[in-house]
């Protein structure tokens, strides 16, 4: 135990993770030998051939990150039942995520070719300056995203680390401020991802996000029944917790403040059930599975998932305000849980869900962007003609310095981690589900609305976080949502009391079909070959763009 | 010469509408229940009297939330175990876009 009452893992729970981390860089060594075997680095380092499975799918696109581990459990214990409100939707989100786009992106990404989500909305629109776009705000959002994640992980292994470890690092010149512990676990964890992902690319962060999310189910379904017995019962811990921060831990709109008031609660539904169908992570796995049938087995599984996570996490953590009743950082509720119920080598097993939960986010993200700067930046603009072994050799390059360059970032990090991977996946969700919607659904969209679609959805949603930041930094509350930090002044605005992310995608909204109702109608061939049956011997778009006699016989 | 619409995308666009619907139902439930009987408000104060508890947990919250969430999920069974179609998706261009690329040059 600290001075400061906060708990310290023991060295068998270094040696737990320390395990768990080894996996998942064995993972990573067999994920590469495995995709040696196929033809095509770009679509096996990026994509996986296209052949993962159902458990595969459900288990990546279970949309668990950081905030799922670290932020969630802080809001629960923060500001009570509410939350399970703000989580709700969640109930529809494997129906939504994975079955309102999944068949099609499935279809457009083999007939176009697309391995990236850049590539699908350029190869679907027929646009180079809609693939640049999209490569863009990928970067951009997702490097937001992966500081946060970094943060977290860096966090989790300070809490592992044994105080001898970090001591040896600390001399007479380190500052009084400097928080050695974080710095070491964020170096930690840094190595551990940058080098499974670099060297297995795509299966490997799928292989790993399977296993680690098995682990943290079972962390989950582990930490439940010690939760339950050391609160004395959710009835109970409800009680204590009502008592402690007032009537609001049990009723909305949340205990404190107005955390949740109903115009948010209606944004949350659209929040996690609509924006989680328009992240490029869950893109790029419905252009990954094997087939429909992998599909419709997914969406069961996710189904079942989520149940087993999500509702006992609310339960948990509910609990931990009269296991815990004075924590200073709500943010290190989760660690402290872990530490103060279990055994040491149970609490580095369980400690492993929520470090897993972040290492399997990064890895996929982290693939994300470097596909980006390589298919779709180095390769389409700077060097089509590339060998291939040029082409590896710049994916890994880019998947390390990305993680290196995110590292530094995440020395300084923001606070609220949930807070910023709620603007980033706001953020990408007004950008391209829009657009991926109308190029899945609607014949008549056109490049210049599916531009003007991310354009908008993109600008309202940073529009309104920026007035958020900017009324924060003043010292104005709205009130409502999480309070405005004085460390960390980042925050959104909520107009009319909804979340950006709901003002982002009807801006979108408005903005794709109008720009595509006043544009000229997209090219018939490519529309045909899109859209309607075609024979076995048909082009992609991109051969039709380099030979349009051969697009003559589609019109 | 002209194609009929892909049976991929009118399976797609048929189950993606229902999907949405499913989803505002939920949405318009969950929230409506739980404003009306979980929300402090004006006029509207509750405490300690009003948790009402069922399995340790709010009334509101298994009412607005948990039992719709099973319902859901009991849907979800049904729609992707028995409804959803299985589609061929196509044979994958992935390499035919490979060789486009690097034919189509900078250009």
Redesign the interface.
């Known amino acids: 135990m600290r001075p400061d009452g906060t708990r310290h893992a023991e060295f068998a729970t270094l040696i737990a993770l320390v395990v768990f981390t080894l996996i998942s860089l064995g993972l990573g060594v067999v994920a590469n030998f495995a995709a040696q075997k196929r033809?095509?680095f770009?679509?096996k380092y990026f994509?996986g051939n296209?052949t993962l499975g159902a458990f595969a799918v459900a288990l990546t696109a279970a949309v668990m990150s950081g905030g799922t581990f670290m932020g969630f459990p802080s809001l629960v214990y923060k500001f009570g039942?509410?939350v399970?409100?703000w989580i709700?939707?969640?109930?529809?989100a494997?129906?939504?995520v994975l079955?309102?786009?999944?068949?099609?992106i499935?279809?457009l990404s083999?007939?176009?070719?697309?391995?990236t989500l850049p590539?699908l909305l350029r190869?679907r629109y027929g646009s180079p300056a809609l693939g640049l776009l999209t490569s863009s705000l990928v970067i951009f959002f997702l490097t937001c995203n992966l500081v946060a994640q970094f943060k977290a992980g860096g966090v989790i292994m300070k809490y592992i680390l044994p105080s001898e470890s970090v001591n040896l690092f600390v001399s007479e010149n380190t500052p009084a401020t400097a928080d050695m512990g974080y710095y070491l676990g964020l170096a930690i964890f840094t190595a551990t991802v940058v080098a499974y992902t670099t060297y297995g690319g795509f299966l490997a962060a799928v292989w790993t996000d399977v296993f680690q999310s098995i682990i943290m189910a079972v962390g989950v379904v582990i930490l439940f029944p010690l939760a339950w017995h050391a609160s004395g019962?959710?009835?109970h811990a409800?009680?204590v917790g009502?008592k402690m921060v007032g009537?609001?831990f049990?009723?909305?709109?949340g205990a404190g403040r107005a955390f949740h008031p109903?115009g948010l609660?209606?944004s949350f539904?659209f929040m996690w059930?609509?924006t989680g169908m328009g992240q490029p992570s869950t893109m790029v796995r419905l252009m990954a599975f094997r087939?429909?049938?992998t599909?419709?087995?997914s969406?069961?599984y996710l189904?079942?998932y989520n149940?087993i996570i999500y509702?006992p996490l609310i339960?948990i953590f509910v609990a931990a305000r009269s296991i815990l009743p004075h924590l200073a950082k709500s943010d290190d509720v989760m660690p402290q849980l872990v530490l103060t119920l279990a055994n040491p080598y149970v609490a580095g097993l369980i400690l492993a869900a929520p470090y897993g939960a972040v290492m399997s986010t990064v890895s996929g993200w982290l693939l994300i962007i470097s596909s980006g700067l390589v298919r779709d930046l180095y390769?389409?603009?700077l060097r089509?003609?590339a060998s291939e072994r040029e082409i590896a050799r710049a994916s890994y390059a880019a998947t390390v310095a990305i993680g290196l360059l995110v590292a530094i970032v995440a020395l300084r990090p923001p606070e609220f981690l949930q807070l910023i991977v709620v603007f980033a996946s706001s953020g990408m969700a007004a950008a391209f589900l829009v657009p991926a919607l109308m190029g899945?659904?609607w014949r008549r969209a056109t490049a210049r609305g599916a531009l003007a679609a991310m354009v908008s959805g993109a600008v309202v949603t940073l529009a309104l976080y920026v007035v958020g930041t900017a009324l924060a930094r003043s010292g104005f509350d709205q009130g409502i949502g999480p309070p405005p930090s004085k460390d960390s002044p980042f925050g959104a605005y909520y107009l009319l009391g909804f979340d950006p992310c709901v003002w982002g995608l009807v801006a979108s909204l408005a903005a794709g079909v109008l720009g595509s109702l006043l544009s000229p109608p997209p090219d018939p061939a490519r529309v045909?070959l899109l859209?309607?049956?075609?024979g076995?011997d048909a082009?992609?778009p991109?051969?039709i763009?380099?030979h349009p006699e051969l697009g003559q016989?589609?019109? | 010469?002209?194609?009929?619409?892909?049976?991929?995308?009118r399976?797609?666009?048929r189950?993606?509408a229902i999907?949405?619907l499913?989803?505002l139902a939920?949405?318009v439930y969950?929230?409506i229940y739980?404003?009306l009987f979980?929300?402090?408000r004006t006029g509207r104060?509750?405490?300690?009297a009003?948790?009402h508890?069922i399995?340790?947990?709010?009334s509101?919250?298994f009412w607005?939330?948990?039992v719709?969430?099973a319902i859901?999920?009991v849907?979800?069974?049904w729609?992707?175990?028995w409804y959803?179609?299985?589609?061929?998706?196509?044979?994958?261009?992935?390499?035919?876009?490979?060789t486009?690329?690097?034919?189509?040059?900078?250009s």
């Open positions: 033809l095509g770009l679509r994509l296209r039942w509410v399970a409100l709700a939707s969640y109930m529809v494997p129906l939504t079955g309102v786009l999944g068949k099609r499935g279809q083999r007939r176009t070719g697309a391995i590539d190869e019962g959710l009835e409800t009680s009502m009537p609001g049990a009723f909305g709109p109903i609660a209606i539904f059930a609509i087939d429909s049938k599909l419709r087995y969406i069961l189904s079942i149940i509702i339960f390769q389409r603009f089509p003609t899945c659904f045909s859209f309607d049956v075609q076995a082009p992609a991109a051969t763009d380099l016989a589609l019109e | 010469m002209s194609h009929p619409p892909d049976p991929v995308y399976h797609a666009r189950e993606a999907i949405l499913v989803w939920s949405t969950s929230c739980s404003y979980g929300y402090i104060p509750l405490g300690p009003d948790v508890p399995l340790g947990m709010p509101w919250v607005g939330i948990m719709p969430w859901c999920t849907f979800t069974f729609f992707a175990g959803m179609a299985d589609d061929d998706l196509g044979s994958d261009h992935a390499a035919e876009l490979e486009d690329i690097r034919e189509g040059g900078l």
